[in-house]
């Protein structure tokens, strides 16, 4: 079913790897700041979105197409993998429905995708200037 070569499981794994300790430390700083764990989260989000965006527009040389595959399987499937937080994300989003917090839970899955696009699409360009 699953057919990846071992370089690839590597890559992936390390990648991860890199990405999760770095989101645990974030993670960990903005606590320090930021009452409230989900904003946090968005902040991790909003950062794994501006750096795929970076590490999609260098190793592709501005041609989406053609993304070199291992610079793309560790750094946009691994390290942003392990850093973005889509899971936390979506629990935090269920907490704020089920505590009945509609403002909350509007702005902060609209401030997500919306700022997450633009993120993403700051870090694209940025490389490709």
């Known amino acids: 079913m699953f057919d990846f070569s071992l370089l690839e499981v590597i890559l992936i794994s390390l990648g991860s790897v890199a990405g999760s300790l770095l989101r645990f430390q974030l993670t960990n700083y ?3 700041f930021i009452s409230s764990r989900h904003w ?3 902040i991790i ?3 794994a979105s501006f750096v795929l965006g970076l590490f999609l527009s260098i190793g592709s040389n501005c041609n989406i197409e053609s993304i070199n595959q291992s610079l793309y399987l560790f750094l946009g499937v691994g390290f942003c993998g392990g850093l973005s937080t889509f899971s936390s994300f979506i629990v ?3 907490t704020l ?3 009945s917090k509609y ?3 509007s702005l902060l899955s609209t401030t997500s995708i919306c700022g997450g696009l633009f993120a993403a699409s700051i870090g694209y360009s940025y490389a490709c200037k």
Do not use: W
């Open 92 to 94: 935090e989003l269920l």
């Open 45 to 47: 989000n909003l950062l």
């Open 30 to 32: 903005f606590s320090l």
């Open 103 to 105: 403002q909350e839970l």
């Open 40 to 42: 946090g989260t968005l």
């Open 97 to 99: 429905l089920r505590a």
